[in-house]
């Protein structure tokens, strides 16, 4: 494990500019993606140099995002996700020089977001809203017919996974955002009037936090409850829209909101682009690693299952319309 890690560790370092794979830009985003866009900001506050390469091939495909260097890469659906990857690893880990005893709260604030502001934003995403949002950032580039059966059984997770049903839909509700309200309000103490949520530098859990409050307020509509939340809070907003110009500037004057060039494959890949067009340069063709193979095995399987899936709910709902399907999508909470 510690020769693995050293590995990791001295390609990181080897690598000039790293590489992340992002899902598009969107919303004056440079991805908006709510899952993709906490990375970029780590990396920014950690002032890696990378470049943004974007992906379009696997819109619902958990290993995204991920970063690429040397011949590593951190997956999203590993080690607990990209940022605590490359904190296990001891490559970039921007906790490292706070104290001791701010751990607790650190882990304790960490966990909130990462439960109860998650639950809340993924309930308005995919259950609240209507399908624009959610189309802009996954399913655009998809034939109709695709793009909405899977927001369909992206739905359809999203209630299982927070445990919606027809019977407890107005409970659950309520608590999901009685707890996002809970937790806006004990951020904003935590915050303060300081530069970052624990004193003068920032940490992992600023990154997340602020890929959140940043998807909230630049990506849900103005009616989002959520939204109108958090707006309740000036040091939080403010807090957003200060570091929103400290670490993502220099994608607004480069066009990064709507110039990206997405790939066509969700396969890591290596090369660079210039400044931050996302453009990815060509590469010359050589040898597969291990870590790639795997990765194609695994692609395989995905686009098998995806196909599967289809033909299953093509055989449950056949002979439905159009307006039968969107019937389906406008029932709030299925048991």
């Not at 985003?29 to 990378?50: D, K, S």
């Not at 009037?193 to 920032?202: I, P």
């Not at 220099?250 to 996302?278: E, I, L, N």
């Not at 040898?287 to 899936?309: C, M, S």
């Amino acid at each position: 494990m510690a020769s693995a890690a050293t590995t990791a560790a001295a390609e990181w370092e080897a690598e000039a500019r790293k590489v992340l794979v992002a899902r598009k830009p969107a919303f004056g985003l440079p991805t908006a993606c709510p899952t993709c866009l906490p990375v970029l900001l780590y990396l920014r506050m950690a002032q890696v140099p990378f470049d943004i390469h974007v992906d379009t091939a696997f819109p619902d495909a958990d290993h995204i995002p991920y970063v690429e260097f040397g011949e590593c890469v951190a997956f999203n659906n590993e080690k607990g996700g990209v940022i605590e990857h490359l904190k296990e690893e001891k490559i970039v880990d921007l906790t490292s020089n706070l104290p001791s005893d701010s751990y607790p709260d650190l882990l304790s604030t960490k966990a909130m977001v990462s439960t109860w502001l998650a639950d809340a934003l993924q309930y308005e995403l995919w259950v609240v809203t209507d399908r624009s949002v959610a189309q802009d950032i996954y399913f655009s580039d998809l034939s109709w017919p695709i793009g909405k059966i899977l927001h369909w059984k992206k739905t359809r997770d999203v209630k299982q996974l927070l445990g919606i049903t027809k019977l407890n839909a107005a409970e659950r509700e309520d608590e999901i955002y009685r707890k996002a309200n809970a937790a806006y309000d004990a951020l904003s103490m935590r915050l303060g009037d300081q530069a970052f949520l624990f004193g003068n530098s920032s940490t992992d859990v600023d990154a997340v936090f602020l890929g959140h409050v940043l998807f909230v307020l630049n990506a849900l509509p103005g009616t989002s409850t959520l939204r109108s939340y958090l707006q309740n809070y000036d040091n939080l907003v403010n807090f957003a829209e200060r570091m929103k110009v400290q670490l993502l500037a220099v994608d607004s004057s480069s066009g990064g909101s709507g110039s990206s060039a997405p790939s066509s494959s969700s396969m890591p890949r290596k090369g660079t682009s210039s400044g931050q067009s996302f453009k990815p340069k060509p590469r010359a063709k050589k040898e597969r690693t291990e870590e790639e193979k795997k990765f194609r095995r695994r692609t395989k399987y995905f686009l098998a299952t995806q196909l599967v899936a289809v033909l299953v709910f093509l055989s449950i709902m056949g002979g439905v319309d159009s307006p039968e399907l969107d019937d389906e999508y406008d029932v709030e909470y299925e048991d």
